[in-house]
């Protein structure tokens, strides 16, 4: 079984500039949620989808978007980049639903962003 | 609201001691507890988990966590530590409809000395 697969793996914007970020969740998940980690900051959550509708969000700017498709693959979108959103961003999926949910999340290896 | 707080953002042992790694949590409903580990560039990778069946939970590598309700914490032990625990470990929490937003400790990175 396939897992979490993120792309790029790497990258290097320039301030101003926008971005995405693309994750393939591990088949028959529902549930895409994304984390943003810094040095300082820790695993900070971003927000998470499940069947293509946001079911949660955390404190990050509107800057910070993302959108589910039908096949539960997910994006997230930084607009106007600021060298603070230099980070690894991680993607992970889980089943989604909380009958047959035990909670646990399956992560990508990340995409790592370079604001300069 | 729920948080999590790991007691130390560095801990070294020597290979073959006792590794203790710290966990205590908030939640307003009882918890689903985790605990991940990141080896470098690499994304998170589940230990172990508590989902309310027995306190005192087995996970990979020989790693255990207890569940202590009035204490509200969930401590990460393993009885001698490897070389190839040194990696940074996260304990996290969720509610209990599972998942829908994890919240994550700042992480502790375990350094094993030869």
């Known amino acids: 079984k396939a897992g979490v697969t993120q792309t790029p793996r790497y990258l290097i914007k320039t301030r101003g500039q926008q971005v995405t970020l693309s994750c393939s969740p591990i088949s028959g998940h529902r549930s895409v949620s994304w984390y943003q980690q810094t040095p300082g900051q820790g695993l900070q959550f971003l927000f998470e989808y499940f069947s293509e509708t946001q079911r949660n969000k955390g404190n990050f700017p509107g800057r910070f978007s993302g959108r589910q498709f039908s096949n539960s693959r997910s994006e997230m979108n930084v607009s106007t980049l600021e060298l603070g959103d230099s980070a690894l961003y991680l993607c992970?999926?889980?089943?989604?639903?909380?009958?047959?949910?035990?909670?646990?999340?399956?992560f990508g290896e990340g995409s790592r962003l370079t604001v300069l | 609201a729920q948080s999590v707080t790991q007691l130390g953002s560095h801990v070294s042992v020597s290979e073959g001691a006792l590794v203790l790694l710290r966990c205590n949590y908030s939640s307003s409903v009882p918890p689903y507890l985790f605990w991940y580990v990141q080896y470098p560039n690499q994304g998170l990778q589940l230990l172990l988990k508590y989902t309310s069946a027995a306190t005192l939970v087995k996970g990979i590598n020989g790693f255990e966590a207890e569940f202590k309700k009035s204490e509200t914490s969930f401590h990460l032990t393993k009885p001698s530590a490897h070389m190839s625990d040194a990696a940074e470990y996260f304990c996290?929490?969720?509610?209990?409809?599972?998942?829908?937003?994890?919240?994550f400790g700042a992480g502790t990175r375990l350094f094993v000395k030869a």
């Open positions: 992970a999926s889980s089943v989604g639903l909380a009958s047959l949910n035990t909670g646990e999340l399956f």
């Open positions: 996290a929490v969720s509610d209990r409809t599972g998942g829908f937003k994890t919240i």
